[in-house]
């Protein structure tokens, strides 16, 4: 019997059209373009203003646009997963609002949590329905509104983090091509390193949480930095290995973009020059699930039916993972 796989058949980014550069950043707090970048590596990021736009805003954008250049129709889409961690709302899900503006009438749809892993997740998960045939389509979003929950007096967190959204179209083939292998771990003891202290069931929202500026991301840098580094490494190496994937095999790896200096480990680590790694951090940020998306849509021109494809991502949770595709047109 012929294996069915989830090929990737269409890719869409959406970022914002306001752009917070760091000389902004400068006058905001006490930082500089230089310390950003050499740390960092980011220049400027997108960030969504305006009343009443939230996280279904942006990954809406992407999924119309995606429907639009795939000729799709909307209601031909079975699932769509939102990876995210900034929902519109704590429900419904933002999944089940981006459906509703981008007029997706038939699909079952829910978020998922796994910060910056999310995607990873996503992908994989949604993977799973078209690969046993209860799905056709399937569109997997990954979208924050990461300026919602970032403290803009804190300058150990706010250089880091933009806004903005990608959407991936998953359908069935029987070609050697799609979401080849993945590797999901996870380890919840990581969570005090990085989390957002209330507004959850733990400690509701009250007047004393949002006065001690609890509402924000909360990342002690260096722990998170010394893990990120390792686990993704550890995840991208071990994905290749057990594929008997050479580094000269690879295509590209698409990293998670949270820090050049772990992108550029990874890559160290996989033996991958950096001519063939997707790096876009110095113009959006860390824009958590939007990441890796946001990457592939701006590569796609470059990539070619067969080409071998890394994936790989950590965040908070601790969540990492990396994922093998055979890019498929
Ligand atoms: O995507 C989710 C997963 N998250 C990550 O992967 C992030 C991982 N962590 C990192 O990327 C890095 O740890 C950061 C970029 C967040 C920080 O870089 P670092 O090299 O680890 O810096 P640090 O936290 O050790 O801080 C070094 C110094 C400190 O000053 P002192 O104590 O040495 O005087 C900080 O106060 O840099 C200071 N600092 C800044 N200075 C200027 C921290 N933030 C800033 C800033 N501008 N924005």
Not at 1 to 10: D, F, Q, V, W
Not at 101 to 109: E, H, L, P, R, V
Not at 235 to 247: G, P, Q
Not at 267 to 278: I, L, Q
Request: net charge negative; glycine share 10%.
């Amino acid at each position: 019997m012929t294996r069915i796989r989830a090929a990737i058949t269409g890719i869409q980014g959406w970022v914002p059209p306001y752009i917070l550069t760091n000389k902004e950043l400068e006058s905001m707090v006490d930082t500089s373009d230089e310390w950003i970048m050499s740390r960092t590596g980011i220049k400027e990021r997108h960030i969504l203003k305006g009343e009443g736009l939230g996280t279904s805003d942006m990954g809406a954008e992407a999924v119309k646009a995606l429907c639009e250049k795939t000729g799709t129709r909307p209601e031909e889409i079975g699932l769509l997963i939102c990876a995210t961690v900034t929902p519109d709302m704590v429900f419904p899900a933002t999944a089940n609002i981006i459906c509703d503006k981008a007029g997706i009438k038939n699909a079952f749809s829910y978020d998922l949590n796994a910060a910056c892993s999310g995607l990873i997740y996503a992908l994989v998960t949604a993977s799973k329905f078209i690969e046993t045939g209860s799905i056709k389509k399937a569109i997997v979003v990954g979208a924050d509104k990461m300026s919602s929950i970032v403290d803009y007096t804190n300058r150990e967190t706010c250089v880091l983090f933009g806004d903005g959204a990608g959407a991936i179209l998953l359908e069935p083939t029987e070609d050697e091509v799609g979401i080849m292998d993945s590797i999901m771990q996870s380890d919840g003891s990581g969570r005090v390193h990085l989390h957002m202290k209330a507004g959850g069931s733990l400690k509701p929202s009250s007047y004393e949480t949002i006065d001690a500026g609890e509402h924000f991301v909360y990342q002690e840098g260096q722990p998170v930095f010394k893990f990120a580094v390792t686990k993704m490494a550890d995840a991208a190496a071990e994905i290749m290995a057990r594929n008997n994937l050479k580094s000269e095999d690879v295509a590209y790896l698409v990293p998670h973009q949270a820090n050049l200096r772990i992108i550029d480990a990874t890559a160290r680590r996989m033996g991958v020059g950096t001519d063939r790694v997707m790096i876009n951090i110095e113009r959006y940020g860390n824009t958590t699930g939007g990441t890796i998306p946001l990457c592939l849509w701006e590569w796609e021109n470059k990539l070619k039916k067969g080409d071998n494809v890394i994936l790989a991502a950590f965040g908070g949770g601790f969540t990492w993972g990396s994922v093998w595709v055979k890019w498929a047109y």
